[in-house]
């Protein structure tokens, strides 16, 4: 007999931990299935001493993942047993690590555990454990795998977008402060030099230049520590949950950022709640695991309210009324619940907010690299025409 520790959910949705001893892992999950529990973690605690010995402590990145559950799916669908299946994914994992942390699962599987339990072994996320665990039990473990994979490839796609409508701005701006500051620094005082034996009154723009030339060569550097210093303690400062809260709230509010932002909470929370509910996830187990997909607090606070208001017999749909979502999402939710048909309509909502989330970044950028580009033409034309203008007057004198 080994002892396991397990964590599941009851009927209510409420958050059950507990030991229990049984003769493998497959038998303890079904003991507690019979008690009416979703499971989510089961552990031995030989396997948990194992872990802090970094023994099987292992985990995939979100790259890795995608292509372990796309060949998964392939490999299971032609008919290949599903230890023969890990062992072909591990055999074509290029990352060492990746390697040991899939042949840990198939380990984990010829010794009686079940797919989603060994999965959880090696961290795996949330959504993607429960959906094996009900893909496992309905006989459907490729199909799920497949859907899976498309969510996380989703998410990866969602991201990179939302990174290349941040960075590239970024990217331009450091670019043309780092010309403006060679030009300030370097160019101009070698220019001034000769200007100052000329014994002439410089233009007033020459001089503002001349003056902020100054200044960066006299405090540039403690301006720059200055700026780190500022990150960093904003940085450190995100760490406080209630400034969290107050920086999430203030974007929330935002005209022009919060119908944005509220479309990507929506989109993300609505595809994963969506996906757990067609892998035959519970609705409150569902909703659990759903809400940690919002990045914003007060958005995570929504998901908590939804799922107790479910739990109390309520309707998802009120409760994203009441917090003002997007109103298509709501009528779409309100029609879902009504048909029976809530994790299609769900599924439809996420498809929808992709789009136009898609749509509205390119037309972002459309709208910043212009715009960015056309300031650092007027500031470095500035520069040059303070330069210029000296030069063009001492010409004038000389002739």
Known sequence: MSLFAWEALDAKGRRKRGELESDSERTARKTLKDQGLIVRRLDTLQDKHKDQQGVQKQSLNADETTLFLQQLSTLTSAGMALTDALEAVAAGMENKRARRAVGFVRQQVLEGSNLADALRHIGMDDVVCNMVAAGEETGQLEAVALRLSDLLETRQQMSQDLLSAVLYPVIILCFGFLVMAILLTWVVPQIVSVFEHSGGQLPMLTQIVIAVSDFLRAYGLMLILSMAGLIFLSLMAMRNPNIRLRRDQLLLRTPMLAPLFKKIEMARFARTLGM??????????????????????????????ARE???????????????????????????????????????????????????????????????????????????????????????????
């Open 309 to 399: 208001s479910l739990r109390e017999g309520g309707n998802l749909s009120d409760v994203l009324r009441q917090y003002k979502m997007p109103h298509l999402a709501v009528q779409l939710i309100a029609v879902g619940e009504q048909s029976g048909q809530l994790d299609s309509m769900l599924i439809r909502v996420a498809n929808q907010y992709e789009q136009e989330i898609s749509r509205n970044l390119k037309r972002i950028l459309t709208i910043v690299e212009p715009a960015l580009m056309l300031v650092m033409a007027i500031m470095v034309g500035l520069m040059a025409v303070a330069i210029l203008l000296p030069i063009v007057e001492m010409n004038s004198l000389v002739r």
């Open 276 to 305: 757990l509910l067609s892998g035959g996830v519970s609705t409150l187990a569902a909703m659990l695991i759903a809400k940690q997909s919002f990045m914003l607090m007060p958005m995570t606070e929504m998901g908590e309210h």
